[in-house]
C-alpha cells in the first residue's frame, strides 16, 4: 500500500489482473441481460432474431475475455452454442449472482459447487469452461465488498486516532478496488462511512499537527477521488432501490412527495456534504480535487431513470471490443439525458438546477479571470468548468457562462487576444453573483454580501486576501493542473498550468457537446421507429389517432416539447477548426503557446526560469495537445476526418518520436485506448466505431532503439526509449488488427445480405476503411518524411546540404539557435547515424505494423503476397507527396475537405494508368515552375527514401514466409490513397538524389 507502492511491478500486475476480471464481469452482466431480453420475445419474429444475434456477439466477446476450452479436441463454437441454448435458467441465475461485484462469499462457493453439476448435461467441454468461466469471474478472498468496507473503517479508526499515514495506506487499497470495481464502494455502509471520513478530513477545528499530515499525504484528494468513482454506483443503486419500491406500489398511491424521496439527491446529497464539494470547486480545492468534486456532485445529482435510459440506447455492435465497467459518471449523465426525454421529469429540473447554479457559481468575473483570487486559482475553475461540460454538455453549451468560459480558454489564455475575458455583455448576467457565493458553502456570508457593492476589481482584491487565508487554513498544496494529459508533471510555471487547464476545457466541451448530439439523434430514431411500429400494430381509427397525435405534441407528452429539450448547442464549425490548429501549432512549435505573453515563461531568452523548468513546461504542454488531439479524434465523434488534414497528421506523429519519455509514453498510451476502443474512446452508443488506419499506421513509430540503456536513440529521431510501453503498443496494434478484421467481416456479410450494390459499396468505399492492410500505405508515407530514414546518398529530407559526422564547431554554434527552438537536447551529429543503424531501425518500424498484420492471420496467413506486391507498386511507380507544406505558422487552418466527398477520390485503384487525381497533382509536382529548389529537392528526397522503405518492407515480409498458403493471392483489388501519393511521371535520376 501506500504511493510508493503504485509504481511497482506488483501493484501494476494486480491492477491489471484485477481489470481483466472487471472486463469479464461487465462483457458476462451484458451477455446474460441480452440473452434474458431475447428469450421474452416471441421465437422467429424480426425483434427476436436481432436480440438473438445481440447476444451470441456478447458470448463471443466473454469467450474473448476468458481462456480457450482445456479439453483437447473441444471446439469453442460449439461449447458456446450449447451453453446458449441450454434450458436450465438456473445456470444464468448463478452466473448473474457472480458476475456482480459485491456477490457474498456464501453466492461465490454455491456457483462453485452447483455449476459444474447444473452443466454437466451439456457436455465435460462446456462444464469445464464454464467452471473457468466462474473462477476467473468471482470475486475471491482479497478483493470483495467485505473487505473494502472493512478497509473504510479501518481508516477512519486511524484518522480518528490521528494516525493519518496509516488511514491513507488503507485507502489507497481502497482507491484501487474502487477504481476497478466502483459497486464495491457503492454500499450503503462504505459510502457512508466515506462521507463522514472526507467531512472530517475538511473540518476545520483538526490540529494544526493533524491539518499539516492530511496536507502532506494528499488525504483529501485521495478521498475525493474515492467518492468520484463510488458516487454513480451508489447513485445507481439507491435509484434502483427506489424503482423496486415505486413498482410495488399502485399508482395512485405515490404523492409528490415520495416522487421527491426517491431522488438520489434527497437521498445522499446531504447539505453539509454538498457545501464541502462546493467549497473544493470553487475555493480553496486543487484542479485535481475540483474534478472530482463535480463528477460526485453529477453523479449524486443525477436522475434515477438510468435503466431505462441505457435499455433505450441498447442495440447490436459491429466488431465490438470489450471494455472494462465505467469507473466514472462523465459518460452516464449526458447519456441519460439524451434518452430519458431531458428534462420531462421533476428529477431532470433539479439536475439542471444543481448543474446551473455551480456553473453560476464558477463563471462569476471574481473566478473567471487570469491571476483573480490567488495565484492561479484560474487553473482549478477551468478544471472543474472541463468536468462540467463533460457531465452536462446541455447546462453548459446552453448558458452564458459557458460561453465565457470557452472565450476564456481560447482567446485570454493560448492566444492570448483578451486579458479576462470581460466585457459589457458578459455584466448582463453577474447580477446573481452574490447568489453564488453564497452556494458555495464557504460561509462568508458577510463578506460575499459586501462584495455585491463593489466593483469587479476591488472583489478580486478582496477575494484575494480571502483565498490566501483559506490556504493558510487548509493547507491546500500548490495547484498542479492534473489531469490524464499531465499526470506525470510537476513543478510547472502558472502560464503552462493555464494552458494546459484551457486545453482540457476546450476539448471536453467538444467532446460532450459532439457525443451528447450523437446520443440525443440515435434516441430520436428509436423514439420515431417505436412510433411507427405503434401506429402499424394498432387500428387505424381517427380516435385513436387523434389520441396519438395530441399525445405526440400536446401537454405530458414526450413530443415536440421534450425533444426541444434535447438539443444542445453545439460547437460553430470555425471554433473546432480553430481549436484543432492551435494544438497542432503548439506540437510543431515544440509545446511553445501561441500567447506571446506566455511565451516569456516557456523558456524565452528574456524570461527568468531556467532551461530545464522551461524544457519541463514545454514537455508538459505538448504532452497535454497531443493527448487531447487523440481525444478529438475519437471515431465515435466523427471530427477527424474533416479537421485534421494530412499535414497535421504528420505533425501529430512527431509526438511518438518525442526526445521526452514522459510525452512519448502518454502519447503511446492514449494511442492504445482508441485502437481498443477502452477509456475515453468506450462508446456509449450502440455502434463500435473502427479506429482510422492513418493512426493504426502509428505503430510503426512506436519501437524504442537497439540500445535500451541509453537514453535516447539517435537513429530512432532522437526519440527517448520508453522500454515496455513500445511493446505493449505493438500488442494493442495487433488487438485492434483483429478487431478490424472481425468488423470487415461481419460488414461484408451484411453487405452481401442486401445485394449486389451494397457489395459493390463495400469494395470501393468501405474496404479501404476497414481492411487492416490498406495502415501500411499510411505507415510508409510517415517514414518517408522523416529525417533519419536512410536514403540513397545519406540526404536527410528536409536539409539543405548533406550532414555529416565532423562538422565544424561553427555549425554546431549556428545551429545552437534552432537547437533551443525544437527542444532538442541531444547532440545533432548523434541524428547522422551510420547506414546499418539506421537500416536497422528502419526495418524494426516496419515490423511493428506488418507483424501484427501477418499473425493476426496465424500460421496460414494470406496477406502476404498482398503486402509484397503493395509495397512493389508504391516503391516502383509512386512517389509521395508532401503534405506539411501548408503547415506554418503564418497560414490560416487548412484542412483536408476530400473526406466528405468520399474515397473514390482520394483513393487511386488504376493501376495501369494515371487517375484523374494524380493527372491534376501532376501539374504542381515534379516540372511546375511555381516550386522552388528547395521543393523539388524535398520531393527527390522523400522519392527515393520511399524506394528503399519499400525494400526493406520487402525484405521484412518474406521473413514471415513459412508456407506455401503464405503466398497466396490476396483477394481484392489493391487502392492507393490519393491524398498521399501519385504517379511518378518520370524516374529520379541517381545523380539528384546525391546532391
Known sequence: SGASAGKSNAYKWMCTLLAQRASLQGALGKYIEARGRAKQLDEGSEEALTAEAEATEQLDVV????????????????????????????????????????????????????LPKRTKSLGDATSSWVKSLARR??????????????????????????????????????????????TLGGTREGFATLVELFGECRNEGLSA???????????????????????????????????????????SSSSSKDKERSSPTAAMLEPALQSQLLRLCTRDGTPEQARHAVLTLAALAGPSVGAVADAALA??????????????????????????????????????????????????????????????????????????????????????????????????????????????????????????????????????????????????????????????????????????????????????????????????????????????????????????????????????????????????????????????????????????FTLVQIIRDAGLPPSARDRKEFGSSSGGSSRAAAANDRAALRR???????????????????????????????????????????????????????????????????????????????????????????????????????????????????NLRRTAQTTLARCRAIGPDAERHFEERL????????????????????????????????????????????????EEEDDDETDKDYDEDALVADEETRQRMLRKRLKYLIEPLVESLGEGADNISFLLRMSEVLGNKYQPIDVTRGVAPSTSPSFNRSADKGVDKSVDTSLGSLSGLDISLDISLPSSPMRSSMDKKRDQESHAKLKIICAAAREVLLKFVKKDVNLTPYPGAMQIPGSLFVRAATAIPAAGVHK
Not at 74 to 91: N, V
Open 209 to 251: 499537527k493533524v491539518r499539516d499530515a492530511v496536507a502532506r499525504t494528499g488525504m483529501v484528494t485521495l478521498l475525493s477521488r474515492i467518492l468520484a468513482s463510488a458516487a454513480p454506483a451508489r447513485a445507481a443503486s439507491v435509484a434502483d432501490t427506489e424503482r423496486q419500491k415505486s413498482a410495488s406500489k399502485s399508482p
Open 63 to 114: 469467450a474473448s475475455l476468458t481462456t480457450p476450452p482445456l479439453t483437447s479436441g473441444a471446439d469453442l463454437p460449439s461449447i458456446l452454442h450449447s451453453l446458449h441454448t441450454a434450458r436450465d435458467r438456473h445456470i444464468f441465475r448463478l452466473l448473474s449472482t457472480i458476475s456482480a461485484p459485491v456477490h457474498s462469499p456464501s453466492a461465490r462457493i454455491r456457483a462453485f459447487d452447483e
Open 624 to 738: 497535454c495537445c497531443a493527448v487531447n488531439l487523440l481525444r478529438l479524434c475519437d471515431p465515435a465523434l466523427q471530427l477527424e476526418g474533416r479537421y485534421l488534414s494530412y499535414g497535421a497528421w504528420h505533425v501529430l506523429a512527431s509526438i511518438f518520436l518525442d526526445p521526452a519519455r514522459s510525452v512519448r509514453s502518454a502519447a503511446m498510451e492514449e494511442l492504445s485506448l482508441m485502437l481498443t476502443g477502452s477509456g475515453k474512446y468506450r462508446s456509449a452508443t450502440s455502434a463500435s466505431f473502427a479506429p482510422n488506419l492513418r493512426f493504426l499506421a502509428y505503430a510503426a513509430l512506436c519501437p524504442d532503439g537497439d540500445d535500451s540503456r541509453a537514453v535516447h536513440s539517435s537513429a530512432n529521431g532522437g526519440a527517448a526509449n520508453v522500454g515496455k510501453r513500445a511493446l505493449s503498443t505493438k500488442n494493442t496494434a495487433l488487438q485492434c488488427v483483429t
Open 767 to 814: 474496404k479501404i476503411l476497414l481492411v487492416p492492410e490498406f495502415a501500411l500505405p499510411f505507415a510508409l508515407h510517415l517514414l518517408a518524411f522523416r529525417r533519419e530514414t536512410p536514403s540513397a546518398g545519406g540526404i536527410e529530407a528536409g536539409a539543405s546540404e548533406p550532414r555529416v559526422k565532423g562538422k565544424s564547431s561553427k555549425y554546431k554554434e549556428n
Open 315 to 580: 442495440g447490436p455492435s459491429v466488431g465490438a471490443v470489450a471494455v472494462c465497467s465505467s469507473t466514472s459518471s462523465s459518460s452516464s449523465i449526458p447519456e441519460l439525458q439524451a434518452a430519458g426525454g431531458g428534462g420531462a421529469g421533476e428529477e431532470w429540473r433539479s439536475f439542471d438546477a444543481e448543474m446551473d447554479s455551480l456553473l453560476r457559481a464558477l463563471t462569476s468575473p471574481s473566478r473567471l479571470t487570469i491571476g483573480g483570487g490567488g495565484k492561479n486559482r484560474v487553473v482549478s475553475v477551468l478544471t472543474a468548468l472541463a468536468a462540467l461540460a463533460e457531465v452536462a454538455p446541455r447546462t453548459f453549451g446552453g448558458s452564458r457562462g459557458g460561453e465565457r468560459a470557452v472565450r476564456l480558454a481560447m482567446e485570454g489564455i493560448l492566444l492570448g487576444r483578451a486579458g479576462n475575458g470581460d466585457d459589457e455583455e458578459e455584466e448582463e448576467g453577474d447580477g446573481s453573483e452574490e447568489e453564488d457565493e453564497n452556494d458555495d458553502g464557504s460561509g462568508s456570508e458577510d463578506e460575499d454580501e459586501s462584495d455585491s457593492g463593489r466593483s469587479p476589481k476591488q472583489s478580486r482584491r478582496r477575494q484575494s486576501q480571502s483565498k490566501r487565508k483559506s490556504s493558510k487554513k487548509s493547507g491546500s498544496r500548490k495547484p498542479t493542473a492534473v489531469s490524464a494529459a499531465t499526470a506525470d508533471m510537476s513543478n510547472l510555471s502558472p502560464a503552462c498550468e493555464r494552458a494546459c487547464a484551457a486545453v482540457e476545457l476546450l476539448v471536453s466541451h467538444i467532446r460532450s457537446a459532439t457525443s451528447y448530439a450523437i446520443k440525443a439523434k440515435l434516441a430520436e430514431q428509436k423514439r420515431r421507429a417505436k412510433e411507427v411500429q405503434m401506429t402499424k400494430q394498432q387500428p387505424n381509427r381517427k380516435g385513436e389517432k387523434g389520441r396519438r397525435g395530441r399525445s405526440s405534441t400536446g401537454e405530458g407528452g414526450t413530443g415536440a416539447s421534450d425533444r426541444l429539450e434535447l438539443e444542445v448547442k453545439q460547437p460553430t464549425h470555425q471554433h473546432i477548426a480553430s481549436v484543432f
Open 137 to 182: 469471474c468471482a470475486m475471491g478472498h482479497f478483493v470483495n465488498a467485505e473487505i473494502v468496507t472493512h478497509s473504510i473503517l479501518l481508516a477512519q479508526e486511524c484518522f480518528q486516532e490521528g494516525d493519518v499515514c496509516s488511514a491513507v495506506s488503507f485507502l489507497e487499497c481502497v482507491k484501487m478496488a474502487v477504481t476497478l470495481f466502483p
